[in-house]
C-alpha cells in the first residue's frame, strides 16, 4: 500500500512564484487534511476536507488554497509565495468523514523554501 | 479553545533508561488526547490515544500514558528507551470542524544515547 503520497518532497520557489502541492491517498479515506510545520511550533492545520467537493479553513488558510474534486486527491496551491510559508507541509488522510477512533495517516512531507 | 502545552522542547537519555515527556492540556468541553512520534524525515505516526475509560493508555512500542484530570495533564511514559525511540513526540488535542482536525503541541525532542 502506498498510504499518503505527496510530491515533491523539494521544492524551491521566488516570491511570488505560484505552485501546487500534491497528495494522493489509495485508502479511500474521506477525511484529508494539510499541515505545515515550523521549528518550535509544531504543526499547525491549514485546511481540511470530510469529502470530495467539501473544504474548509484550519488554523493559518492565509495564502493557500485547496480544492477536492476527487477522494484521492487533496493539492494544496500557493498562488503567490512569500518567505513567510518556508515550511515542512504535511498531508494527511483519516478513515471516515474525521473520528477520534481513526489515526492520521501522514505523508512524508514536502520541504518548501521561499526566498 | 483547546490547546496543549509540551513542556520540554528537547529530552536526552541513555539507553536503557526510564523516560518521560510531559503534556498538559486545557479544555472545557470533553478531553480526546493523543500522542504522536515522528522519526527523522517521515511523517506523523499515532502512538496512542486517550478517548475514554481507563486513564492509563498504552500504545505501540512500549509506550504508555496516564490522563489525570486533576492535574490537566497526560505525560507519555516509558521504562527503558532503546536508541531507536529517538523521534520527536508530539501531544495534539481536538481542533473542532471535524474530528480528524487536531492542535499539536510544540513537540519534544527525545535523543536516546548509548
Known amino acids: 500500500n502506498a498510504g499518503v503520497t505527496q510530491t515533491p518532497k523539494f521544492q524551491v520557489l521566488k516570491t511570488g512564484q505560484s505552485m501546487t502541492l500534491q497528495c494522493a491517498q489509495d485508502?479511500?479515506?474521506?477525511?484529508m487534511s494539510w499541515y505545515r510545520q515550523d521549528p518550535g511550533m509544531g504543526l499547525r492545520l491549514i485546511h481540511y476536507s470530510v469529502g470530495a467537493g467539501i473544504t474548509d479553513q484550519g488554523e493559518v488558510p492565509n495564502g493557500y488554497n485547496v480544492s477536492r474534486s476527487t477522494t484521492e486527491d487533496f493539492p494544496l496551491r500557493l498562488l503567490s509565495a512569500a518567505p513567510s510559508q518556508t515550511s515542512v507541509y504535511f498531508c494527511?488522510?483519516?478513515?471516515?468523514?474525521?473520528?477520534?477512533?481513526?489515526?492520521?495517516?501522514f505523508g512524508n512531507g514536502t520541504r518548501l523554501t521561499v526566498t | 479553545a483547546q490547546s496543549v502545552t509540551q513542556l520540554d522542547s528537547q529530552v536526552p537519555v541513555f539507553e536503557e533508561a526510564p523516560v518521560e515527556l510531559r503534556c498538559n492540556y486545557s479544555s472545557s468541553v470533553s478531553v480526546y488526547l493523543f500522542w504522536y512520534v515522528q522519526y527523522p524525515n517521515q511523517g506523523l505516526q499515532l502512538l496512542l490515544k486517550?478517548?475514554?475509560?481507563?486513564?492509563l493508555v498504552k500504545g505501540i512500542n512500549g509506550f504508555e500514558a496516564e490522563f489525570n484530570k486533576s492535574q490537566t495533564s497526560f505525560h507519555l511514559r516509558k521504562p527503558s528507551v532503546h536508541i531507536s525511540d529517538t523521534a520527536e513526540y508530539f501531544c495534539?488535542?481536538?481542533?473542532?470542524?471535524?474530528?480528524?482536525?487536531?492542535?499539536f503541541g510544540k513537540g519534544t525532542k527525545l535523543s536516546v544515547k548509548p
Open positions: 495534539a488535542v481536538p481542533y473542532g470542524g471535524s474530528q480528524g482536525n487536531l492542535i
Open positions: 494527511a488522510s483519516s478513515y471516515g468523514t474525521g473520528s477520534y477512533n481513526s489515526p492520521l495517516h
Open positions: 486517550y478517548l475514554s475509560g481507563s486513564t
Open positions: 485508502m479511500n479515506h474521506e477525511y
